[in-house]
């Protein structure tokens, strides 16, 4: 089973911040949290990871909790082409150990 | 990030037959992984694909249903056998390691539709 819990669906306005949440009460000491989307028809994309300290990249934000138990992913300003079911997913960070996949969060990017 | 593609894209296929989906990336790869998406479903692991070695499949799934191959470090191909209209889904593989990053990478998947 996956070990997080993501709110099924969210809707976020055009060119305002999309936050994200994510419940991962039971993480490990070892495993990052990753943050995938996918769009309509396509594979997951990798969007960004981090284990405890914050970390931006160019496409989003990931916040993470001082005592780990959930994270924010955050989209700065939200397009259209943003929408797309957006996974949370906590993992061993070492080569071979698969994701397991939740239900994700539908986000809606409105006009 | 990597270049991974399949093939077919999609595929429209007759029950009781057999369609193998190749997926090729890049560069090598120790692991690839093999999943499958049900209509309106997330993602769920059939098997893991080692070069060399036999894969590893999750319970629900054998090797006798989808039989898979990895004859080398940039190439897999997972066979869905026998099938039925309940095989209807997205299949998707992935890749570990890639430039030494630590997650993995997806391909486009295959869509197939049983009838």
């Known amino acids: 089973d996956a070990k997080t819990t993501q709110p099924p669906s969210m809707d976020c306005a055009e060119g305002r911040a999309a936050n994200l949440p994510c419940n991962h009460s039971?993480?490990?000491?070892?495993?990052?949290v990753y943050w995938y989307r996918q769009i309509h028809s396509q594979g997951p994309q990798y969007i960004i990871h981090?284990?405890?300290n914050n970390e931006t990249n160019e496409m989003a934000s990931l916040i993470i909790t001082e005592d780990r138990k959930s994270s924010t992913l955050i989209l700065p300003h939200a397009t259209l082409r943003d929408t797309a079911v957006y996974y949370c997913?906590?993992?061993?960070?070492?080569?071979?150990?698969?994701?397991?996949f939740g239900p994700g969060t539908r986000l809606s990017v409105l006009p | 990030s990597a270049v991974i593609s399949q093939k077919p894209s999609r595929d429209i296929c007759q029950r009781g037959t057999s369609l193998t989906i190749q997926c090729q990336v890049d560069?090598?790869?120790?692991?690839m992984f093999w999943y499958r998406q049900q209509p309106g479903q997330s993602l769920t692991l059939i098997a893991t694909?080692?070069?060399?070695?036999?894969?590893?499949?999750e319970s629900g799934f054998v090797i006798d249903k989808f039989p898979i191959s990895r004859p080398n470090l940039t190439f897999s191909t997972l066979t869905v056998s026998n099938m039925s209209p309940e095989d209807s889904s997205i299949y998707l593989c992935?890749?570990?390691?890639?430039?030494?990053?630590?997650?993995?990478?997806f391909g486009p998947g295959t869509r197939l539709l049983v009838l």
């Open positions: 992935s890749v570990d390691g890639i430039r030494g990053r630590e997650t993995q990478y």
């Open positions: 039971t993480i490990s000491g070892n495993e990052y």
């Open positions: 981090g284990l405890k």
């Open positions: 997913i906590v993992r061993v960070d070492y080569h071979g150990q698969n994701f397991v």
């Open positions: 560069s090598q790869v120790t692991m």
């Open positions: 694909a080692n070069q060399g070695s036999e894969a590893t499949y």
